[in-house]
């Protein structure tokens, strides 16, 4: 499983998501990304992805298919269960 974690230097919601991902990759098998997103600099990477605000999380599959994607600063827990599931 892969994880896209998009975010923002500036995002203080994003901040909050740094601590639960160390934990999640010491903990899960899972190559997590963290994408960096200006939005303002990447207003087509943005689109591409659907991505309409920060954080968003995107769990893809080994063929690279989308199986959830979440928005805003969710608890350990929602990202786990997803991991756990699939």
Not at 6 to 33: A, M, R, S
């Amino acid at each position: 499983m892969k994880v896209l974690k998009f975010y923002g230097t500036w995002c203080q919601p994003c901040k909050l998501l740094d601590p639960i991902f160390e934990e999640i990759e010491e903990n899960y098998d899972v190559d997590i990304k963290h994408v960096d997103v200006d939005d303002d600099a990447n207003a087509e990477l943005m689109t591409e992805h659907s991505i309409r605000s920060l954080p968003t999380v995107v769990f893809l599959d080994d063929d690279g298919e989308i199986i959830e994607t979440l928005v805003g600063t969710k608890k350990k827990r929602e990202y786990t269960q997803i991991i756990e599931n699939n």
